[in-house]
């Protein structure tokens, strides 16, 4: 299948689960899925408020802070995660109580979700300058660059894919190696996701 660029500005909105705030749903399998079926989902969110997370039961999630001055996340054993813009990416269990409190005004986050049992995903920062490689043996890779000005140049499937800040490519089925080249220094998750076996 082609690469697909996932653009916020045209990606489609939709409130959250618990009614709290809103979503921008990048996208989601298989196509037309909702909350409840979905396989595996990305989105992003702008958070203005503290508030308690949306269940997601039998879902695993990983969240980063894409934008703003992070967020402190409180889980229900007492523990606490900071998240600050292009950092640590937490992981947990989409039926996990946990609530978020906004460190210093809103935040815009990265919320990556599969399915347990029939979805694992894992996602990764990069920070570099010039080219580098990277390898992909996953169904579905994600690609989103989130940082600054420069366009983040992707070779992928025989073609050059440019990003600019906030926008991602979802490689679906192109296992190979990747080719990324950014002319200053840039920051990038990338989330691999693949089917489990059964």
């Given at each position: 299948?082609?690469?697909?660029?996932?653009?916020?500005?045209?990606?489609?909105?939709?409130?959250?689960?618990?009614?709290?705030?809103?979503?921008?749903?990048?996208?989601?399998?298989?196509?037309?899925?909702?909350?409840?079926?979905?396989?595996?989902?990305?989105?992003?969110?702008?958070?203005?408020?503290?508030?308690?997370?949306?269940?997601?039961?039998?879902?695993?999630?990983?969240?980063?802070?894409?934008?703003?001055?992070?967020?402190?996340?409180?889980?229900?054993?007492?523990?606490?995660?900071?998240?600050?813009?292009?950092?640590?990416?937490?992981?947990?269990g989409?039926?996990?109580?946990i609530?978020?409190?906004?460190?210093?005004?809103?935040?815009?986050?990265?919320?990556?979700?599969?399915?347990r049992?029939?979805?694992?995903?894992q996602?990764?920062?990069?920070?570099?300058?010039?080219?580098?490689?990277?390898?992909?043996?996953?169904?579905?890779?994600?690609?989103?660059?989130?940082?600054?000005?420069?366009?983040?140049?992707?070779?992928?499937g025989?073609?050059?894919?440019?990003?600019?800040?906030?926008?991602?490519?979802?490689?679906?089925?192109?296992?190979?190696?990747?080719?990324?080249?950014?002319?200053?220094?840039?920051?990038?998750?990338?989330?691999?996701?693949?089917?489990?076996?059964?």
């Amino acid at each position: 299948m082609p690469c697909t660029l996932l653009d916020p500005a045209t990606a489609r909105a939709m409130p959250w689960k618990n009614g709290g705030g809103s979503t921008v749903e990048l996208a989601i399998s298989p196509v037309g899925a909702g909350l409840e079926d979905f396989a595996w989902r990305i989105s992003t969110a702008q958070v203005a408020v503290d508030g308690a997370f949306s269940s997601f039961p039998d879902i695993d999630r990983s969240l980063a802070v894409l934008a703003g001055n992070g967020v402190c996340l409180h889980r229900a054993d007492g523990q606490r995660e900071m998240l600050l813009s292009g950092g640590a990416i937490a992981v947990f269990g989409g039926e996990e109580a946990i609530s978020a409190h906004l460190l210093d005004g809103p935040i815009t986050d990265l919320n990556l979700m599969t399915r347990r049992g029939h979805w694992t995903h894992q996602v990764q920062l990069l920070k570099w300058q010039g080219t580098r490689r990277l390898e992909n043996d996953a169904a579905v890779m994600l690609l989103l660059w989130n940082g600054g000005q420069t366009a983040v140049d992707v070779n992928a499937g025989g073609a050059m894919h440019p990003l600019t800040a906030g926008n991602g490519l979802l490689i679906e089925n192109e296992p190979g190696q990747l080719h990324l080249h950014a002319h200053r220094p840039a920051l990038l998750y990338v989330a691999w996701l693949n089917p489990c076996a059964h």
